[in-house]
């Protein structure tokens, strides 16, 4: 399993940036899918995640209402909509993958996001 993430760059508060990731290898499509972010000096936390068909989703509670995760599975791709950005969202993005049956894991190589005046 691959998978690449896009999207990332550097955005002013308030701002909006929208994230992919694209997934290939997949045997099936029974795959919960999640973004984590890492900020400098900090650890990996869970920001948001999807169910394998889509229909329930997760968020942190610094991003509700402001972040959406959301899944093409003809596509196999992942994305997460980013509004109202701060500063404090500043991180690497990365994008997880992991088989609800058998617990295979899997991440992406990441994705800066800089939020900055």
């Known amino acids: 399993v691959q998978l690449v993430e896009s999207g990332g760059g550097l955005v002013q508060p308030g701002g909006s940036l929208r994230l992919s990731c694209a997934a290939s290898g997949f045997t099936d499509n029974r795959y919960r899918m999640s973004w984590y972010r890492q900020a400098p000096g900090k650890e990996r936390e869970l920001v948001a995640g999807i169910s394998s068909v889509g229909s329930i989703t997760n968020y942190v509670d610094s991003v509700k209402g402001r972040f959406t995760i959301s899944r093409d599975n003809t596509k196999n791709t992942v994305y997460l909509q980013m509004n109202s950005l701060k500063p404090e969202d500043t991180a690497v993005y990365y994008c997880?993958?992991?088989?609800?049956?058998?617990?295979?894991?899997?991440w992406g190589q990441g994705t800066q996001v800089s939020v900055s005046s």
């Open positions: 997880n993958a992991k088989h609800v049956v058998y617990g295979l894991d899997y």
